[in-house]
Every structure is written in structure tokens, then in C-alpha cells.
């Protein structure tokens, strides 16, 4: 094969891969749009969509609604029917979806425990609902499962790493989700993958930096992407804002250190506060104001103020355009936002301050689904027709 011939292929397959992202992470877009957004010719972006049409891989349909002169230029759909399956991890639930190519998340099954399962009583959970899920996966492609897991991932093999509130230690998730569902497996720490979901497709797809931080049952997770992408580190557990340091007086994590933001910022404070036993993060918002009073504002305060700091050592780190609060952290930050903002402030240098956005996660219970789900899909969409 001569160097002219791999250079063309490999082209045509960087192209490919241009126009599946595109309308896998921005949406539907007419062969009019893609021109414009790659640069390509219209023969060529034809060209393109038709493979990936026969691949089954896009759809195209007639637009609707349109009132112009001429015929309108067919609209390209991601296929609902290529899907991976979601899997998120927490420390009171796992939850099981199918997330689509178009970005559709359907099929969500939740199962609650009382005690914290170990990593072999886990997998089989999962396996249980993705058993459930068959004739919902009827007709589709599966391409594989992505697990989100609250701890230290290697992402290059699955295996965790530690998960300290659970007590596991080197656990091959993603092999032995591999043999227990028969499907392409993939794991990664819960937070990066919020942090990538939320960088795609929700709150942060305008900025090309963000630091993200994620409260909930088992802590408080963190994820940045610099460029759009996540920090090169030496192990890959890079960004463990949850374990940075906030009162050096304060609590003994189970990380071991002391005075981690998450011993000082948590859930089961805001539990206690509010009189609940259990409390489902989606519920967060609707408790806090149905729980309105001095006691809880005053509590709300004093939580925001503790994160700032915490907040305040990842600005300095990482200098971002925003910081996305999820979980319970962003319902804290929803019901007082001066009140974070004004103590982030009051700690940083001006220049960092100045342009700094900081706003409450936008896909909610489904960050951790989608974010997974892209571990699966991430092989097709750097090359749609090979893999």
C-alpha cells in the first residue's frame, strides 16, 4: 500500500470521525451545517454522511417546519439504535441506563442498598439490571458498558484502584463487567466522567476550561478539563480536589489525612440538618426549601463558605474559565450563590476572580450515565467504520 493511499484513508477516517462527533455531541445538523462547521466540500460531506448511514451509524431525515425557497438540505441524526449501557456507582445506589448515540438517555434502572456492597456484589448487580434490560436492548447494537466508580480508576485497564468508603482495594471492575455481561467493558472515576459529560453536553460546553466537583453519598468527587480534555498525571488520579486541605483542625478523612473538604462539606450533614434519613440527590433542591428556616440557612452558609476554600485551592491550581457544582454542592450553591461567590472572592487575586463563572451542573442524575457511556462509544467515534 503505497504512503499516498494510508495518508487518503486516513483522512477519510479523521473525517469520518469529524462529522460522527459532531452531530453525536452538538445534535442534529443539516449537510448545510457540517460544511460550514468542517470547511469540507458538499460532494464530500455527502459523501461522508452516506457511509455512515450505511454503516448505520446516522440517520438522515427531511427537516420539518421549513418555509424557505429550494429543497432544504436533509438533517443528520445520530442512530438511537447504536447504544452503550451507563452504569453509575454510588455509595447507596447503582444505577443502570442505555444511553444512545443520539445522546438519549432512556431505559433507567435504580437499585438501592442499605449497606455498601462489595466489588463482586456490585458487578452482579449490574449484571442483574443489565439482564433486565434485554428487551429494551431488542434490535439495538450495544457497544459496550461504562462503569462510573467513586474512587482512584486507572482508566486504561479498569481497575480500581481504591475506593476508600467502600474498603475496596484493586479491583479489575471493567473485566470482570467484561465476563459478567459479555459486553466491551470500561471503567473510570465517577467525577472525571461527570467533568467530561458536563464539558460535552451540559454546563461547561462553552468553556474550553473547567474544574468540576460533584457532592453526594460517597463524598465529594472532582474532575478539570484543561483544552477539553483532563490533566496529563502520573497515575491518572489527578485532581482529588475532594482531599485538599481545608481546616487542618478538622476531622480525620477516610483517605487518611485530615481536614479534607469532604469531611467538611457532606451529605450526611445536610441529612441531619434537614431530618432525613435517606434523601435522593435529584431531591436535594425541593428538601431544602420545603425545610426553610434560620437553622438551615445559617447551615447552607456556613457549608459554602467551607467549599470556597476548597474551591479557592482549585482556582489557584488550575485558573479555569468555570467551576460546575453537582450533586448536593450544586442545591447548596442554588439556594445561596453570593454567599459562595462572595467568599471565593474575598480569597482570591483579583486577576483569577475577575471573569470566573461559576454555575450548578445541567444534566443532573445523568451525568455519570452519559459520561460512562462515552467510555463505550469512544472507540466508534474516533473511528466509525473500523471499529
Known sequence: MTQ??????????????????LVHEEGAASRAALTRRTGLSRSTIADLVA???????VVERDPTGTGGVGRPSPVVHASADVVAIGAGVEADAVTVAVVGLDGAVAHRIRHEYEAEPSAAATVE???RLVDSLAPALSGARVLGIGAAVPGLVSAADGLVRMVPH??????????????????????????????AAESTFGAGRSVSSLVYLHGGPSGIG????????????????????????VDPRGERCRCGATGCLETEVRFDLLLDVLGRDRLDLPDVSAALREAASPEVDAFVAEQLRRLAIGLRNAVNAFDPEAVVLGGFLGALFAEQPETLLAALRAQLMPPMAESLVVVRGALGEDRLLIGAAQLAFRGLLDDPLGA
Do not use: C, K, M
Not at 484513508?9 to 469529524?18: D, G, I
Not at 457511509?51 to 451509524?57: F, I, K, T
Not at 472532582?222 to 498525571?233: I, K, N, T
Open 4 to 21: 499516498a493511499h494510508t495518508g487518503s484513508r486516513e483522512l477519510r477516517r479523521a473525517n469520518l470521525s469529524r462529522v460522527l462527533r
Open 51 to 57: 457511509s455512515l448511514e450505511a454503516a448505520g451509524l
Open 125 to 127: 448487580i449490574v449484571g
Open 166 to 195: 467502600a474498603g475496596w482495594v484493586d479491583e479489575p471492575i471493567a473485566r470482570l463487567l467484561a465476563d459478567r455481561t459479555g459486553l466491551p467493558a470500561f471503567a473510570d472515576n465517577d467525577a472525571n466522567l461527570g467533568a
Open 222 to 245: 472532582s474532575g478539570v478539563r484543561l483544552g477539553g480534555s483532563a490533566p496529563a498525571s502520573a497515575h491518572g488520579f489527578a485532581a482529588e480536589l475532594g482531599h485538599t486541605l
